[in-house]
């Protein structure tokens, strides 16, 4: 059973930093992309970040670009989020994601809060 | 960037109606879409991949249409278990985009 497993959300003030893991498990992890999305309480979903399998390749969505960095190690089955210069509107439900054969993402974690406030 | 309208961001509907949820792309993304389904405090979940192929374990009152800019998911009879809300997702290339959002409502 694929499972994704993210960690690493909390209670962060404006400016601060956070990094967030995904662990899975179910799947061999090293053969697929990964990405990011996000949802603030009560909003939609928002697209954040993808990395491709050897992380060769990197994309951002122009919201977070600069100030937060994608990254893996296969070796352990993790994906990672370094979030830096967090703002409120950075306060959300934080989601680890395959991507599929299709190319659209077909497993989804269970999520990580992220609260940004002073 | 390639935007995703969805409509409508709200519904109101009765267990056994049949709904249309529609999404637009600002151009053509070919058959690059895929519809979630989200219940509240719940990640979403896959429902149908490009554009209309079901996803397994999915039940066949949900399918998808479309191609280039116009689609639709279509739920044939609601269940009661249907009541959430649903997104598109585009997937054509980067940056990936969702829909708004539609919630169905009783």
């Given amino acids: 059973e694929v499972q994704l497993v993210e960690s690493g959300g909390g209670l962060v003030q404006p400016g601060g930093s956070l990094r967030l893991s995904c662990a899975g498990s179910g799947f061999s992890f090293s053969i697929y992309s990964m ?3 996000r949802q603030a309480p009560g909003k939609g979903l928002e697209w954040l970040s993808y990395i491709s399998r050897t992380s060769t390749s990197i994309y951002y969505a122009e919201s977070v670009k600069g100030r937060f960095t994608i990254s893996r190690d296969n070796a352990h089955n993790s994906l990672y989020l370094q979030m830096d210069g967090l703002r409120a509107e950075d ?5 680890c994601a395959r991507l599929g054969g299709a190319g659209d993402i077909d ?4 999520g990580t809060l992220v609260t940004v406030s002073s | 960037d390639i935007q995703m309208a969805q409509s409508p961001s709200s519904l109101s509907a009765s267990v056994g109606d049949r ?3 529609t999404c637009r792309a600002s151009q053509g993304i070919r058959n690059d879409l895929g519809w979630y389904q989200q219940k509240p ?10 554009a209309s192929n079901l996803q397994g374990g999915v039940p066949s009152r949900f399918s998808g249409s479309g191609s280039g800019t ?3 998911l279509t739920i044939s009879s609601l269940q009661p278990e249907d009541f959430a809300t649903y ?3 585009h997937h054509n290339n980067y940056p990936y985009s969702f829909g708004q959002g539609t919630k169905l409502e009783i």
């Fill in chain 1, 91 to 95: 306060t959300a439900m934080y989601y």
């Fill in chain 2, 41 to 50: 405090g719940k990640a979403p979940k896959r429902l149908i991949y490009n």
């Fill in chain 1, 35 to 37: 990405n990011w999305v």
């Fill in chain 2, 70 to 72: 116009e689609f639709t």
């Fill in chain 2, 19 to 21: 709904v249309t949820i």
């Fill in chain 1, 107 to 110: 497993y989804w974690g269970q």
């Fill in chain 2, 87 to 89: 997104y598109c997702l």
